[in-house]
């Protein structure tokens, strides 16, 4: 089996680390590749800019978006992963410090599958990121997008 790819969509160095941190500290060996806004993110998955003559194709398993980012908000990044074919069925958690509601709702609404707050706890983070770990990486079984 390939090895799945994450895609971690994090402006914040510190949460980017953390995440990092929680995924190898649960035996989470998959490709991270890591893009600090929604530019970047919008080229990795497009192939454009820097990401020029990437594989289009070859779509992460999921994608950890946060939503306060700059360039791109993680609202819009996730409304144009929604809107393009070839990305529509991606999946895609919001992992975000947010607590307000009408977040949660706008994700939803705009396709999210999973919305999850960070926990400030290290130890609680770990644990999540070991859960969205084991189920959009060994559980779910979602679209072949290839």
Not at 69 to 97: D, F, Q, W, Y
Not at 102 to 111: I, T
Not at 135 to 144: S, T
């Amino acid at each position: 089996m390939k090895n799945k790819t994450i895609l971690l969509v994090e402006d914040n160095a510190d949460d980017e680390a953390l995440t990092l941190r929680a995924l190898k500290k649960n035996n989470i060996l998959n490709k991270v590749q890591v893009t600090r806004d929604g530019v970047e993110a919008l080229d990795y998955l497009f192939g454009t800019g820097p990401y020029e003559g990437r594989d289009i194709t070859d779509l992460p398993e999921v994608v950890l978006l946060d939503l306060k980012l700059p360039k791109l908000s993680g609202h819009e990044v996730l409304a144009r992963i929604r809107e393009n074919e070839l990305t529509r069925l991606l999946p895609v958690v919001i992992l975000t410090t947010s607590n307000h509601e009408e977040d949660r709702l706008k994700c939803y609404e705009s396709g999210a599958n999973s919305f999850v707050r960070k926990p400030v706890d290290f130890g609680q983070f770990t644990e999540a990121i070991r859960q969205l770990g084991v189920y959009w990486l060994v559980i779910n079984e979602g679209p072949h997008l290839e």
